[in-house]
Protein backbone atom coordinates (compact mmCIF):
# COMPACT_ATOMS: atom_id res chain seq x y z
CA UNK A 1 0.00 0.00 0.00
CA UNK A 2 1.06 3.48 -0.78
CA UNK A 3 0.24 6.24 0.89
CA UNK A 4 -0.28 9.32 -0.87
CA UNK A 5 0.89 12.29 0.46
CA UNK A 6 -0.86 15.54 -0.47
CA UNK A 7 1.18 18.67 -0.94
CA UNK A 8 0.46 21.41 0.63
CA UNK A 9 -0.16 24.42 -1.24
CA UNK A 10 1.73 27.51 0.54
CA UNK A 11 -0.98 29.87 1.62
CA UNK A 12 -1.43 33.39 0.28
CA UNK A 13 -0.46 36.21 2.64
CA UNK A 14 -3.44 38.36 3.18
CA UNK A 15 -1.85 41.49 4.09
CA UNK A 16 -4.40 43.94 3.00
CA UNK A 17 -5.28 44.35 6.65
CA UNK A 18 -1.81 44.90 8.03
CA UNK A 19 -2.01 47.61 5.51
CA UNK A 20 -4.19 49.54 6.25
CA UNK A 21 -3.24 49.87 9.77
CA UNK A 22 0.05 51.21 8.08
CA UNK A 23 -1.81 53.84 6.35
CA UNK A 24 -3.63 55.17 9.62
CA UNK A 25 -0.89 54.50 12.18
CA UNK A 26 2.35 56.44 10.20
CA UNK A 27 0.72 60.07 9.46
CA UNK A 28 -0.59 59.66 12.97
CA UNK A 29 2.42 59.26 14.65
CA UNK A 30 3.80 61.73 12.19
CA UNK A 31 1.65 64.19 13.08
CA UNK A 32 1.99 63.85 17.33
CA UNK A 33 5.73 63.78 16.99
CA UNK A 34 7.09 66.74 18.42
CA UNK A 35 10.05 68.28 16.22
CA UNK A 36 13.56 69.27 18.14
CA UNK A 37 13.55 72.88 18.19
CA UNK A 38 16.51 74.40 18.28
CA UNK A 39 16.63 78.30 19.81
CA UNK A 40 19.70 80.03 18.83
CA UNK A 41 20.25 82.96 21.02
CA UNK A 42 22.04 86.01 19.64
CA UNK A 43 25.04 87.51 21.50
CA UNK A 44 26.91 90.46 21.18
CA UNK A 45 30.82 90.06 21.27
CA UNK A 46 32.94 93.10 21.20
CA UNK A 47 35.23 93.93 18.43
CA UNK A 48 38.80 94.20 19.46
CA UNK A 49 38.81 97.51 17.60
CA UNK A 50 36.37 98.72 20.85
CA UNK A 51 39.15 98.83 23.26
CA UNK A 52 41.33 101.48 21.36
CA UNK A 53 39.10 104.74 21.90
CA UNK A 54 41.00 107.19 22.50
CA UNK A 55 41.66 108.39 26.19
CA UNK A 56 40.07 112.22 25.25
CA UNK A 57 36.27 110.43 24.56
CA UNK A 58 33.97 109.78 27.61
CA UNK A 59 33.45 106.10 27.35
CA UNK A 60 29.57 105.02 26.95
CA UNK A 61 28.04 104.53 29.84
CA UNK A 62 26.93 100.66 30.17
CA UNK A 63 24.31 98.61 31.88
CA UNK A 64 25.48 95.48 33.54
CA UNK A 65 23.59 92.83 35.17
CA UNK A 66 25.97 90.71 37.58
CA UNK A 67 24.76 87.89 38.42
CA UNK A 68 26.14 86.82 42.06
CA UNK A 69 25.46 83.63 43.93
CA UNK A 70 22.84 85.42 46.06
CA UNK A 71 21.62 88.27 43.96
CA UNK A 72 21.23 89.79 41.29
CA UNK A 73 22.99 93.54 40.82
CA UNK A 74 21.81 95.90 38.01
CA UNK A 75 24.88 99.03 37.83
CA UNK A 76 24.28 101.79 35.77
CA UNK A 77 26.48 103.42 34.67
CA UNK A 78 29.26 100.17 35.04
CA UNK A 79 30.24 100.04 38.58
CA UNK A 80 27.65 101.90 39.71
CA UNK A 81 24.84 100.01 41.92
CA UNK A 82 21.44 100.89 40.57
CA UNK A 83 19.82 97.90 42.30
CA UNK A 84 20.12 94.60 43.91
CA UNK A 85 17.47 91.85 43.76
CA UNK A 86 17.87 89.19 46.95
CA UNK A 87 17.11 85.39 45.89
CA UNK A 88 13.61 84.55 46.72
CA UNK A 89 12.88 82.84 50.60
CA UNK A 90 12.88 79.53 48.42
CA UNK A 91 16.74 80.14 47.35
CA UNK A 92 15.24 80.64 43.43
CA UNK A 93 16.72 84.35 41.53
CA UNK A 94 13.57 86.14 41.57
CA UNK A 95 13.08 87.00 37.21
CA UNK A 96 9.41 88.20 37.52
CA UNK A 97 11.26 91.28 39.74
CA UNK A 98 14.62 91.36 37.90
CA UNK A 99 11.83 91.86 34.61
CA UNK A 100 10.28 94.69 36.21
CA UNK A 101 13.46 96.40 37.24
CA UNK A 102 14.99 95.98 33.79
CA UNK A 103 11.75 97.43 32.51
CA UNK A 104 11.78 100.33 34.90
CA UNK A 105 14.95 101.06 33.69
CA UNK A 106 14.76 101.08 30.42
CA UNK A 107 11.51 103.66 31.35
CA UNK A 108 14.16 106.25 33.55
CA UNK A 109 16.90 105.64 30.48
CA UNK A 110 14.45 106.87 27.37
CA UNK A 111 12.77 109.70 29.76
CA UNK A 112 16.67 111.00 29.73
CA UNK A 113 16.69 110.54 26.60
CA UNK A 114 19.15 108.08 26.05
CA UNK A 115 18.03 104.74 23.93
CA UNK A 116 20.21 101.80 25.38
CA UNK A 117 19.64 98.24 23.44
CA UNK A 118 22.79 96.59 25.19
CA UNK A 119 23.59 95.36 28.32
CA UNK A 120 26.65 93.08 29.67
CA UNK A 121 25.65 89.98 31.51
CA UNK A 122 28.64 89.46 33.97
CA UNK A 123 28.41 85.93 36.28
CA UNK A 124 30.39 84.23 38.08
CA UNK A 125 32.27 81.34 37.58
CA UNK A 126 29.96 78.94 39.37
CA UNK A 127 26.98 80.36 37.62
CA UNK A 128 24.53 77.51 36.09
CA UNK A 129 24.02 77.24 32.78
CA UNK A 130 19.68 77.61 33.04
CA UNK A 131 20.33 80.27 35.59
CA UNK A 132 22.58 82.35 32.85
CA UNK A 133 20.34 81.56 30.28
CA UNK A 134 17.20 82.75 31.93
CA UNK A 135 18.52 85.71 32.48
CA UNK A 136 19.40 86.32 28.76
CA UNK A 137 15.90 85.87 28.25
CA UNK A 138 14.19 88.00 30.56
CA UNK A 139 16.90 91.02 30.13
CA UNK A 140 16.15 90.55 25.77
CA UNK A 141 12.54 90.89 26.46
CA UNK A 142 9.26 90.96 28.30
CA UNK A 143 5.49 89.90 27.59
CA UNK A 144 3.53 92.67 27.39
CA UNK A 145 -0.22 92.81 26.42
CA UNK A 146 -1.10 95.36 23.21
CA UNK A 147 -4.79 95.35 21.88
CA UNK A 148 -5.76 92.77 24.01
CA UNK A 149 -2.65 90.03 22.67
CA UNK A 150 0.31 89.07 24.75
CA UNK A 151 3.65 90.14 22.77
CA UNK A 152 6.90 90.20 23.46
CA UNK A 153 8.34 94.10 23.51
CA UNK A 154 11.29 94.36 23.78
CA UNK A 155 14.16 95.29 26.30
CA UNK A 156 18.00 94.96 26.03
CA UNK A 157 18.46 92.86 22.78
CA UNK A 158 22.32 93.52 22.64
CA UNK A 159 23.61 91.12 24.88
CA UNK A 160 27.52 91.15 25.86
CA UNK A 161 28.71 88.37 28.25
CA UNK A 162 31.95 88.66 30.79
CA UNK A 163 33.24 87.39 34.11
CA UNK A 164 31.67 89.23 37.23
CA UNK A 165 34.47 90.58 39.50
CA UNK A 166 34.98 89.59 42.61
CA UNK A 167 32.13 91.06 45.26
CA UNK A 168 32.92 94.68 46.89
CA UNK A 169 35.30 95.71 43.31
CA UNK A 170 33.72 98.02 41.18
CA UNK A 171 33.89 97.53 37.22
CA UNK A 172 34.15 100.88 36.80
CA UNK A 173 33.89 101.66 32.94
CA UNK A 174 34.29 98.03 31.80
CA UNK A 175 36.15 97.67 28.87
CA UNK A 176 34.42 95.32 26.22
CA UNK A 177 37.77 92.95 26.21
CA UNK A 178 37.99 93.05 30.05
CA UNK A 179 36.86 90.55 31.86
CA UNK A 180 36.92 87.17 29.62
CA UNK A 181 34.34 88.12 27.60
CA UNK A 182 32.45 84.32 26.07
Known amino acids: ?38 TVLDLKLPDMADSSVPPTEEPPQQLELIIRADK ?39 NKGIEKKDIYILSEKETDYQTLVSTMDTA ?7 AASVVDAELFPEIALGDAPPPGESTGALAPTAGGDQ
Not at 96 to 108: F, G, M, N, P
Not at 140 to 146: D, E, I, P
Open 140 to 146: RSFKAVV
Open 72 to 110: FEVNYPAGIKLKWIEKTPAGEYDYALLATVLQETKRLLE
Open 1 to 38: MRIKRRFKEDADLDITSFMNLMIILVPVLLMSMVLART
